[in-house]
């Protein structure tokens, strides 16, 4: 049984081993990580519904609302999260509101954060440019 638990973990060390150094070169600077928001943008004024999980701004730019999980960092038992992603797929925005104001056809969106990786098109690329700095640089 130890044997086994031995492999397993070594194996699996290896496996992000190799990821890491496949990815390595997505890793913003810790600069790079902290001013990222300046590029974040945010629904123009009210969303509406197109078909769920999807929604429209008034400037015709397409938001995705997350699911729960896909929230979790942005409190998804009180907030609501949208995320839109650039022309190609690459990077997103992410913007988040009170669940209650959203309901009541609120628009005071807040920056939830921009991400160089879409989570949604490129989730390995997502956690090492945007997942892993925030452990590297804040913890």
Do not use: C
């Not at 945010?42 to 999980?53: M, N, S, V, W």
């Not at 056809?105 to 892993?132: E, M, Q, R, W």
């Amino acid at each position: 049984m130890r044997n086994r638990k031995t492999i397993v973990i070594t194996v699996a060390l290896f496996l992000f081993i190799v990821l890491l150094a496949q990815n390595y070169n997505k890793i913003p600077t810790r600069k790079e990580h902290q001013s990222r928001n300046k590029y974040n943008i945010l629904p123009a004024k009210k969303l509406k519904l197109l078909k769920e999980p999807y929604y429209v701004d008034d400037n015709h730019v397409t938001w995705i609302k997350r699911s729960f999980f896909r929230s979790i960092f942005h409190n998804p038992f009180k907030n609501y999260t949208f995320e839109t992603m650039n022309s190609k797929q690459i990077s997103s925005s992410e913007a988040v509101i009170l669940a209650s104001d959203f309901d009541k056809g609120h628009t005071n969106f807040k920056n939830g954060s921009f991400n160089y990786y879409s989570s949604y098109n490129h989730p390995i690329d997502h956690f090492f440019a945007d997942v892993l700095p925030i452990g590297l640089y804040y913890f």
